[in-house]
């Protein structure tokens, strides 16, 4: 038995011995809980390939960069109490940029690249949960999700700078970034 379960049991028990009968008080048909969290994440990319030399040449710095989220919970305190239904909202900002040098060969121009990569987020998402293991205070839960990403601000920058001929290039936006994602 679960204490709470128990204890309500023996005050009605108690309620009847004593002649002052309490009514059974019912539990609410859904508990909600509210969560809210805070994290950092490390962003790092890389790229290569036989694209464009400015990208690949580019050697990427690492950032950690904070996200926030908030998020409720709705289960059954009856019937499907191990089956919880979760909504979370959060933000996420990614920061990456970098410098290269694109070496003077018959097919390339020499010239230094620099990139950066913008992007503040919100994401929200729909999980269902469902608790496999309740022992001693462990929970261990499976369930899927879906997560959408709407990039809230973005940029995606290339500087290029000639050396052979001092003329530089700005492209802004380098690439086009999509607004949303799952």
Known sequence: YREDDLSKFLTIVDSINSGKVEAKKYEKTVKVRFFAGIGIAYNHMRASG????????VDYIGKIRPGVQVGIDFSSPRKLQNLIIRTE???YKYLQ?????????????????TYQVLLLS??????LLYKLVAKNGFEFYIGAGYVGNFSAKSRNRMRVDYLDDGSADL???YLK?????G
């Open 50 to 57: 036989s694209g464009d030399a400015s990208v690949s040449s």
């Open 89 to 91: 909202l959060g933000y």
């Open 171 to 173: 492209w802004e936006p």
């Open 177 to 181: 970034v999509q607004s949303y994602w």
């Open 97 to 113: 940029m970098g410098n290269g040098v694109v070496e003077e060969s018959p097919v390339e121009r020499p010239r230094t690249a």
């Open 122 to 127: 919100i994401k929200p998402s729909l999980n």
